[in-house]
């Protein structure tokens, strides 16, 4: 599993306000992803980062923004949340370019 | 740009029955393909790359340049293979810029 843990597991926010998701992990890992995953929709990317300070946008990133400050860290922050973002978020990480990538056990998030 | 494409949302087989989940994509490169499995409200894992050609819990996958496929078979399900399947694809070489997903075949295998 690569040492990626998610928190929080499970949160319930009210629309507008701001939420942040943090993902840890302990591989050493250069590369980091946000996925969020919905019914029909499988997982899409939001946003990737291929080094410390270093990120870019994914197929879905209106709404979101990401902020890497440390290798093992990768924050992911509504900056006020709707309830189209009520989804399942989950973490990735892959050591070097063409290695598996590595999914964390998601974040489930609810915005009413 | 690219696509991953998973016809099927469900499949329901009998147990011991052969099964195939088809995935097709669509990229002018040289695509790395993947399948994920995903049991109920746990992290995906994987199942198979493409160009490590192994067997994992009985899956094979082959991956078709001619029909853009790469479709997941075992020939005999089993109880415990319930669960959601995701093809996968990364632009190759390389693929800094993560996966593309199908949007997933669930998977259900009766007694």
């Known amino acids: 599993d690569a040492g990626i843990t998610q928190s929080p597991r499970h949160k319930v926010t009210e629309t507008g306000t701001p939420v942040t998701l943090r993902c840890h992990q302990t591989?050493?890992?250069?590369?980091m992803y946000w996925y969020r995953q919905d019914p029909g929709h499988g997982l899409r990317l939001i946003h990737y980062s291929y080094g410390v300070k270093d990120t870019d946008k994914g197929e879905v990133s209106d709404g979101y923004s990401v902020s890497r400050s440390k290798t093992e860290d990768f924050l992911l922050t509504l900056e006020s949340a709707t309830s189209s973002q009520t989804s399942v978020y989950f973490c990735?990480?892959?050591?070097?370019?063409?290695?598996?990538?590595?999914f964390g056990e998601g974040s489930w998030l609810t915005v009413v | 740009a690219q696509r991953v494409t998973q016809p099927e949302k469900l499949l329901s087989v009998f147990k011991g029955a052969p099964v195939e989940l088809k995935c097709n994509y669509s990229?002018?490169?040289?695509?790395?393909l993947f399948w994920y499995v995903q049991y109920s409200r746990q992290r995906l894992q994987l199942l198979l790359r493409?160009?490590s050609r192994e067997s994992i819990k009985g899956f094979t996958a082959d991956l078709n340049k001619g029909e853009t496929s790469f479709h997941l078979k075992k020939p005999f399900a089993q109880e415990e293979d319930s669960a959601m399947y995701y093809c996968a694809l990364r632009m190759g070489p390389g693929g800094a810029d993560g996966l593309t997903f199908g949007k997933g075949t669930h998977l259900i295998i009766q007694p």
């Open positions: 990735a990480t892959a050591g070097v370019v063409g290695n598996t990538i590595y």
């Open positions: 591989e050493n890992h250069r590369y």
């Open positions: 990229y002018s490169g040289s695509p790395e």
């Open positions: 493409h160009i």
